[in-house]
Nanobody, 124 residues
């Protein structure tokens, strides 16, 4: 079983930046995908960005592409999400998720492991 813990959320003004971190522990697959999802009040959880643990593939939702950057640190078993030019509509609980495989997946139902989430609030 893989355990995921998110950190780095907080309150920022529009145009500001935050860096989220997802720390993984337990039985980590050598070939896996780690992605960030978010869920705003009254809305379903949506895909934000993903990266393959072994490989160079990344994927972003259209709403964050160009503003957010996902990266990995294999030695530390962490995946980060650098969020720049934040907008009020980015306000949500952000979750880290993982699944075995070498292809970045955008559907939440395809992920087996989830963190508890970290709150990101962007004020106007």
């Amino acid at each position: 079983q893989v355990q995921l813990v998110e950190s780095g959320g907080g309150l920022v003004q529009a145009g500001g930046s935050l860096r989220l971190s997802c720390a993984a522990s337990g039985r980590i697959f050598s070939a896996a995908t780690v992605s960030w999802f978010r869920q705003a009040l009254g809305k379903e959880r949506e895909f934000v960005a993903g990266i393959t643990w072994s490989g160079a593939w990344t994927r972003y939702s259209d709403s964050v592409k160009g503003r957010f950057t996902i990266s990995r640190d294999n030695a530390k078993n962490t995946v980060s999400l650098q969020m720049n030019s934040l907008k009020p509509e980015d306000t949500a609980v952000y979750y880290c998720a993982s699944v075995r495989g070498s292809v970045v997946r955008s559907q939440g139902g395809e992920y087996d492991y989830w963190g508890q989430g970290t709150q990101v609030t962007v004020s106007s």
